[in-house]
């Protein structure tokens, strides 16, 4: 996955990003970090496939989306996970319906569909709440089944913006082992945070977004109060209470549809 | 409500009340279709027996001329004969005209007036068949014009010039119940393009995210377009349950008045299967207006 000079504009406006290059390799692991209004969204967004730069190369699994029809993207948006900062679930459907729905969209059978999703539903800690509609959660329980859906289809990358924008730092936590275990299994991951315990604690590189829509590649924020800190370290299995430590065998198994 | 159209509960997009109103408008507009169209085949029924009736054969009928000398007058009721002949044969129109030869005509009165010599001298009107050719739509009131200003004492058959006329009305209505039913329908899709449209509006946030996690447009667009069909359906059976006993009823007072001037309104086995099958054309109609409404919106979006 590659930029290169990509610059956004929305309408005649000043550009939001400007020569954005970067690159980033098969299974890594990025923050994605900024002040308020610096683009993060805007370049997730790009990423994620909502909409077009306005300049640049974008490159996706080795192929330059910028040039790609638009009748050939949705197969690409299926190797994609994404977790909207604002969960973006749908209110009528149960939280399996949701979970279920990159499947369906996808063509997977309906008994695949009733294996996997509750299965998946159950290692985030939902199984109390397969058949609850949104409206009727916590604001992190939605975020686990919003990340599930992002994760259901076994997504070859996952873009998550603020995914812990409106929970408090414990959940936050467990949140990032939750990507941080998608990860060992493969998925490149990216994520967009303001949270700066978060990104002390994982020490994963950052693409850091500077005023004028530029953006630099800045090594892993040293943890200053190394060890002060309660949970442990990012490797250390088992720190999601609710959600087991081994995602569910056939999440690890599952080719995309 | 039919329990058959209830939307399933776990469709990606919600069911909602945008569109709540669209069973009734269909049921309307496809009660109005099925009358004009059955107006359009009852009319369209009838006009085949008149054009036959015209098509055919027509018979110009000549008043002999009356004389003292007996024999001076049949020689100018010949000449007569002979000159509406020339007029006729001179029509491209008339593919044959031939005067009906006096014993036949005489055989023909036998019944009623006897075998007798008399017969014979009596001043009879003489009669000449004319076969139009196939295909051509004679001006009989026009031919009857010519003829009489030609000839003294000509007339075409009344019926025939009238129907003639009628006809010409008959079509008329028939190409109005067709233009009705083709208002209709643009009504019904323009109906769908609007419910669609909203649908769309309301659903946005719920379609992006079918969009963002890889829905092809065809997808999306057949969620919206299966409610769609659904409603059309509803309303189309519903306007044509109240259409066919109103047609029953119209077809049984035009029985009643059956010696009249009209022949009886009536529709054929097939007739009354293409009236059956106007829901069936709407729900099609509607399913191709939606699934255009939603792919030229969603090709909008990247
Ligand atoms: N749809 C849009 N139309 C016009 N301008 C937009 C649009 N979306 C974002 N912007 C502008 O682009 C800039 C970057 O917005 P963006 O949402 O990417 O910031 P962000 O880094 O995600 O901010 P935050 O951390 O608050 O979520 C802002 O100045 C914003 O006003
Ligand atoms: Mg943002």
Do not use: C
């Amino acid at each position: 996955m590659r930029f290169e000079n990509v610059g956004l504009r929305y309408g005649n406006g000043p550009e939001v990003l400007q020569d954005v290059t970067f690159a980033l390799g098969p299974g890594s692991f990025h923050f994605l970090t900024g002040a308020s209004g610096t683009g993060k969204t805007s370049l997730l967004s790009l990423l994620y496939l909502a909409r077009r730069p306005s300049r640049g190369l974008i490159g996706i699994f080795g192929r330059d989306i910028t040039a790609m029809k638009r009748d050939d993207l949705p197969p690409i948006r299926r190797r994609l996970g994404v977790v909207f900062q604002d969960f973006r679930l749908l209110d009528h459907l149960s939280a399996l319906d949701n979970v279920a729905l990159p499947l369906r969209v996808a063509g997977v059978s309906e008994s695949d569909i009733q294996k996997h999703v509750p299965e998946l539903l159950t290692w985030v800690g939902l199984a109390d709440h397969i058949n609850a509609k949104p409206p009727t959660l916590s604001g992190g329980q939605k975020q686990r089944v919003a990340i599930a859906r992002a994760v259901i289809n076994r997504p070859d990358v996952l873009v998550a913006d603020e995914p812990t924008g409106n929970v408090d730092d414990r959940i936050a936590f467990r949140l990032l082992h939750l990507f941080a275990e998608l990860n060992r299994l493969g998925t490149t991951v990216v994520i967009a945070t303001h949270n700066e315990t978060l990104v002390r604690r994982f020490r994963f590189p950052r693409l850091n977004l500077a005023g004028g829509g530029r953006l630099e590649v800045l090594p892993p924020l040293a943890d200053v109060e190394e060890g002060a800190a309660e949970g442990g370290s990012p490797a250390a299995p088992g720190a999601m209470a609710g959600v087991g430590p081994v995602p569910p065998a056939s999440l690890a198994a599952r080719s995309d549809g | 409500m039919i329990p058959f159209f209830a939307p399933r509960a776990n469709l990606p997009i919600s069911a909602d009340s945008t569109g709540r109103y669209l069973p009734w408008l269909v049921a309307m507009m496809v009660f109005l279709a099925v009358l004009a169209l059955a107006g359009a085949l009852a009319v369209g029924g009838v006009l085949d027996e008149w054009r036959r009736d015209v098509a055919g054969t027509v018979t110009v009928q000549i008043v002999p001329a009356t004389g003292v000398d007996p024999a001076s007058a049949r020689a100018e009721t010949d000449r007569r004969v002979a000159q509406a002949l020339a007029v006729l044969r001179d029509r491209p129109f008339v593919a044959s005209a031939e005067p009906l030869e006096e014993p036949r005509l005489v055989a023909l009165l036998e019944p009623w007036l006897g075998a007798s010599d008399l017969v014979r001298d009596l001043p009879l009107p003489r009669l000449i068949d004319v076969r139009i050719a196939a295909d051509a739509r004679p001006d009989l009131k026009a031919l009857g014009e010519t003829l009489r200003e030609a000839v003294p004492g000509v007339s075409l058959d009344d019926h025939q010039v009238w129907l003639a006329g009628i006809i010409d009305l008959a079509e008329g209505l028939s190409l109005l119940g067709v233009l009705v039913v083709g208002l209709v329908a643009a009504a019904t899709a323009a109906t769908v393009v609007h419910a669609t449209r909203l649908g769309l509006e309301v659903h946005r946030e719920q379609i992006e995210v079918l969009h963002l996690i890889g829905a092809h447009d065809r997808y999306i667009a057949q969620q919206f377009a299966a409610r769609m069909v659904g409603w059309t359906l509803e309303g189309g059976l519903i306007g044509l349950l109240v259409a066919m006993p109103t047609l029953m009823l119209v077809s049984w007072l035009a029985a009643d008045m059956e010696q009249g001037l009209l022949p009886p309104f009536s529709l054929s086995f097939w007739d009354w299967m293409a009236l059956a099958l106007v829901p069936a054309g709407a729900a099609l109609l509607a399913l191709v207006t939606a699934r255009m409404t939603v792919r030229r919106a969603l090709r909008r979006m990247v």
